[in-house]
Nanobody, 124 residues
Framework: QVQLVESGGGLVQPGGSPRLSCAASGSIFSIDVMAWYRRAPGKERELVAAVTRGGNTAYADSVKGRFTISRDNAKNTMNLRMNSLKPEDTAVYYC??????????????????WGKGTRVTVSS
């Protein structure tokens, strides 16, 4: 069982560029798809970005061009570089993994592993 732990959240000013990280307790090479989801206050959890073992990526339209997802299979980590943050990016961000890549882009209902989340608050 792989455990995922997020870090890098906090209070960020609009326009800021923080980086979220996800560290896995085991090998992520066996996990076909890894993804970041977020849940904004009062909203449903939504996909932010996803990356396959081979490096293919997918992004929500709302973050395309601003966020970059990456994974390092050797280091068992996944990152989300967030640029030009907006107040509407305020949310709890979750790291997740779909071991067998059940769908693409991934559905949250197909994810096998979840972190506990890290809160990002965009405010001046």
């Amino acid at each position: 069982q792989v455990q995922l732990v997020e870090s890098g959240g906090g209070l960020v000013q609009p326009g800021g560029s923080p980086r979220l990280s996800c560290a896995a307790s085991g090998s992520i090479f066996s996990i076909d798809v890894m993804a970041w989801y977020r849940r904004a206050p009062g909203k449903e959890r939504e996909l932010v970005a996803a990356v396959t073992r081979g490096g293919n990526t997918a992004y929500a339209d709302s973050v395309k061009g601003r966020f970059t997802i990456s994974r390092d299979n050797a280091k068992n980590t996944m990152n989300l570089r967030m640029n030009s943050l907006k107040p509407e990016d305020t949310a709890v961000y979750y790291c997740s993994g779909d071991r067998y890549g059940s769908s693409w882009p991934p559905s949250q209902y197909g994810m096998d592993y979840w972190g506990k989340g890290t809160r990002v608050t965009v405010s001046s």
